[in-house]
């Protein structure tokens, strides 16, 4: 029971009205938050894109309140099976009022959580989205029986149309406490009871039904009552579902006999090798060529830092240490903005445009599903395809990713493997720029090495760490044509919040090496690493500056490589080093911030010790 | 509506070697399967591997290898095919006896139902065979069959199948989430698919597509319908 302790603790802003918006995974409640507050939160057809709250202020028209909307992560119950489900949990018991977001393509999926949310006593406004795919499935719901039923007033909307939005927004305050499950049986007396002792109708329905940190949390004993609740509650979902669903056309559409093959094996492999070669083509060819090509190259090397030498050269000597340091040859002005803007600006664009599409899509959850035999072996779970694709773009984004995984367990091996054997992007256009020269045997020879180490980390650490791999079950949302408008804004957010997050650190680590060169550091370091990089991967000794560098940004140190003339042996020895090597500094920040110090120094030593180790073995292999 | 375990000719080549054994010594050992078959003995463990998958057979380590009540009827009914074919061949025919025995052997594992029931009422009619024939016995278990239900875990459906949910089996948060999204008593579910090594499936459910593995549909009791 150690991932859902009270230790999640969220802020919830004080003060004004609570509005929180509540649903299963993956019906819309981003687009609302969205439209409510005018702030961005990524919005994608993968369940479970929502990992942090976020909170923002609205005020609709013609009110005087204020209102503060709460997102959450998406649930189908108010219960503590995970950690989101918890941090649901607290924030749907914090509120005011719920926006229940309900899609009404599964209506009898979704009502159950309604049915919950009502029986806790919170007063609820339902918002039925997804109408437009409703319509187009045959499906006839009659919205004024299903809000008699419910008790609570029922908007219809399709969200990402921006339909009856704002009929929402505006509807808050009539939002009602509905019809409850209990009428007039010993659960509703025990109910009223427990609540009166408590103070708190919905708290005193959780612990009816079980739930143990609420029960703690109020110094009472988890209550056996659940599967009796449970059964009331679908019982009466499917009544109601009776009265106000008149016509179920099956759905046989185009995207759902698609989405069927990419579901089965002999379809299913062929259509995901099919994706990853796009990928390849896109961001691997495309832009780490062509695009890079003009915009490193040609741009930034030829127009731009010969242009920014020439305007502080005359004020600041090149030879000076401030020279160095600005424009010199880890400059700030010179190879940080190079670096940044003109190589890995482009790469994870790309990515990120990709990625995107897949997410909006509804392929994800897919390839989760098609992939999980697989990942189980390395102690994951099949949703652990979305960190380890994104780790490909970049792993610090990655990281943060892994919280959408089901248990510290998973957490720390998904985090180790991303830290250990996934190139970013950035990293991964500098190592195809070097290997491919050197031909298919040297090609082959890196990856092989990569993988046989990824797959031989995930065994040992899903055999050493104790429990085993969480629950897939995932659901596979119906496959929807992406969106450029969604699919743009999220590549440009995406793109540009990593800038901001790792160009200050880029920063700091260009001028970490420009002092650490200047001071003679770097000269020290090096000849104590020859040892190392001389005797055991039998490298030149510059090679260390590489590795220094591969810690500052991954890249920059498969980026160093390019200037140092190597063999094509010991090119292909530094490139697996690199790559094993600890993530960059960014990564390593957001490793400590994600997990524990303990377990990010694990991860830190043990990749270091990985990488010269097989690097070793390698050169003398070779 | 044909949803049973469908065996490949190996597997019933398999359960009719183990049961002809069993009449004959009352217990089937691999080594004596392999001498009857003429193959392998580490073929014969592969293939009783899946049998016991499929929960035809019932083995202890190194000990006999028993038949469960569904081996011996799987294992019946290929036996009676056997005969019906052989006497179909040999007697309405005039196959000669060693020809319709090895051509029976082969026959057996595609023949339909159909013919099958069509071959009985003509034997019947020519007083080749009589009531108490092992067909009569097959034929009531398959009308049986067709009539009542079986109870079976969700993991060993077959894709495109139809069940209700009669139970979860599982325990704690994993019961209590298959709860929360409509796994429960009397949801209807219909097997959609199976991913690579059939792991994991999909199935449908309140109306929408879940994933799930084998281990997790493995606790989920169904009956078909």
């Known amino acids: 029971m150690e991932c859902c302790d009270i230790s999640h603790q969220i802020d919830i802003p004080s003060g004004s009205q609570k509005i929180v918006l509540a649903g299963n995974p993956n019906v819309g409640k981003s687009i609302f938050f969205n439209k409510f507050t005018g702030i961005y939160v990524a919005v994608s057809n993968y369940p479970g894109t929502t990992l942090d709250i976020s909170s923002g202020m609205f005020n609709p028209e013609n009110k005087d309140n204020d209102y503060v909307v709460l997102d959450t992560p998406g649930v189908y119950g108010v219960s503590s099976f995970n950690d989101e489900e918890a941090v649901a949990r607290d924030v749907i018991l914090a509120a005011d009022a719920v926006v229940n977001i309900v899609d009404a393509v599964h209506l009898e999926r979704d009502l159950f959580l309604t049915q919950q949310i009502i029986d806790m006593g919170i007063p ?54 509905g019809n409850t499950i209990f009428n007039s049986d010993f659960l509703k007396e025990e109910l009223d009871s427990l609540a009166e002792k408590i103070n708190s109708r919905a708290e005193a329905l959780l612990i009816m039904e079980g739930d143990p940190n609420v029960a703690e949390k109020n110094n009472r004993q988890a209550l056996p009552h659940r599967e009796k609740i449970y059964k009331k509650r679908r019982h009466r979902i499917n009544n109601i579902i009776d009265s106000v669903i008149s016509e179920n056309g099956e759905n046989s559409s185009l995207g759902s006999k698609i989405g069927h093959l990419m579901l089965k094996p002999l379809t299913g492999i062929p259509m995901l090798l099919a994706t990853l070669y796009l990928l390849y083509e896109l961001v691997g060819v495309f832009v780490a060529q062509t695009v890079v090509g003009i915009t490193e190259e040609t741009f930034f090397l030829e127009i731009y830092e010969p242009f920014i030498r020439g305007i502080v050269t005359p004020i600041i000597p090149i030879e000076s240490f401030f020279g160095q340091l600005f424009v010199g040859e880890f400059g700030l002005f010179t190879m940080t903005v190079t670096y940044t803007f003109g190589l890995l600006l482009p790469l994870v664009a790309g ?22 035999r697989l990942l189980t072996s390395i102690g994951l779970n099949g949703r652990a395809i979305i960190p380890m694709l994104l780790g490909f773009g970049c792993v610090t984004m990655a990281t943060i990713t892994t919280r959408l995984l089901g248990s510290k367990r998973e957490r ?4 180790f493997l991303l830290g250990l054997a996934i190139p970013c992007s950035a990293q991964l256009g500098v190592i195809a720029g070097l290997i491919a020269p050197l031909g298919f045997e040297y090609f082959a020879i890196y990856v092989l090495t990569i993988f046989v180490v990824y797959v031989l980390a995930g065994t040992i650490l899903n055999k050493v760490l104790p429990g085993k791999s969480t ?55 090096q000849n104590s690493l020859i040892p190392l990089t001389v005797g055991w991967l039998q490298l030149p000794k510059e090679t260390a500056t590489v590795f220094i560098m591969g810690i500052i940004r991954r890249d920059f140190g498969a980026a160093g490589l390019n200037s140092l003339s190597l063999t094509a042996i010991q090119t292909t020895v530094s490139l697996v080093v690199i790559t094993l090597f600890v993530p960059c500094i960014a990564a390593m920040m957001t490793m400590f911030r994600e997990r524990n110090w303990k377990e990010a120094l694990f991860i830190w030593f043990g990749s270091w010790f990985t990488a010269f180790g097989v690097g070793g073995i390698l050169a003398y292999l070779l | 509506m044909e949803a049973k375990i469908t065996l490949s000719e190996s597997m019933e080549d398999y359960l009719e070697a ?50 469960t009540q569904s081996g011996v009827q799987a294992a019946e009914k290929v036996n009676c095919k056997h005969q019906i074919l052989y006497l179909f061949l040999h007697k309405t025919l005039g196959v000669k006896p060693e020809t319709a025995d090895q051509d029976a052997c082969s026959i057996e594992h595609v023949l339909s139902q159909e013919s099958f029931e069509k071959m009985v009422d003509y034997l019947i009619k020519n007083n080749y065979i009589e009531e108490q024939s092992c067909a009569f016995k097959f034929m009531e278990n398959e009308e049986e069959e ?51 090594m059939g792991d994991p499936i999909e199935i449908k459910v309140r109306g929408y597509s879940l994933s799930l593995r084998q281990d997790e549909a493995a606790e989920i009791l169904v009956k078909e319908v």
């Open chain 1, 412 to 415: 720390i091996i998904a985090t």
């Open chain 2, 146 to 196: 067709k009539m009542a239900a079986k109870e079976l875990m969700l993991a060993s459906m077959s894709v495109g199948s139809k069940a209700e949910v009669l139970k979860i089996e599982s325990k704690g948060r994993l019961k209590r989430k298959l709860m929360d999204m409509g796994l429960n008593r009397g949801a209807r579910v219909e097997v959609k698919g199976k991913a690579p």
């Open chain 1, 351 to 372: 990515f990120y445009f990709f990625l995107a599409i897949l997410e909006d899509s509804g392929y994800m959850p897919r390839i989760a599903a098609l992939v999980d």
């Open chain 1, 471 to 525: 629950d897939l079950l995932i659901d596979i949302p119906p496959l929807r044509m992406p969106r450029l408008s969604n699919v743009l804004q999220k590549t440009y957010m995406k793109s540009k919040s990593f800038i901001k997050e790792a160009g200050p650190i880029f920063a700091i680590g260009a001028l970490i090496i420009t002092v650490m060169q200047e001071t003679g550091m770097l000269t020290a370091i």
């Open chain 1, 124 to 177: 609820v406004i339902v918002a039925l989205n997804m109408m437009d795919e409703a319509e187009r499935n045959g499906l006839k719901i009659d919205i004024d029986e299903l809000s008699s039923e419910l008790g609570v007033p029922v908007i219809t909307t399709t969200a990402i149309k921006g339909e009856g939005l704002e009929e929402v927004k505006n509807s808050v305050d009539k939002s009602k406490v």
């Open chain 2, 18 to 67: 183990i049961f002809n054994l069993i009449k004959k010594n009352g217990s089937a050992r691999v080594t004596d399967i392999a001498n009857s078959l003429g193959i392998a003995a580490s073929s014969v463990n592969q293939g009783l591997k899946k049998l016991n998958q499929q929960g035809l057979i019932k083995q202890q380590k190194y000990g006999p290898i028993k038949l």
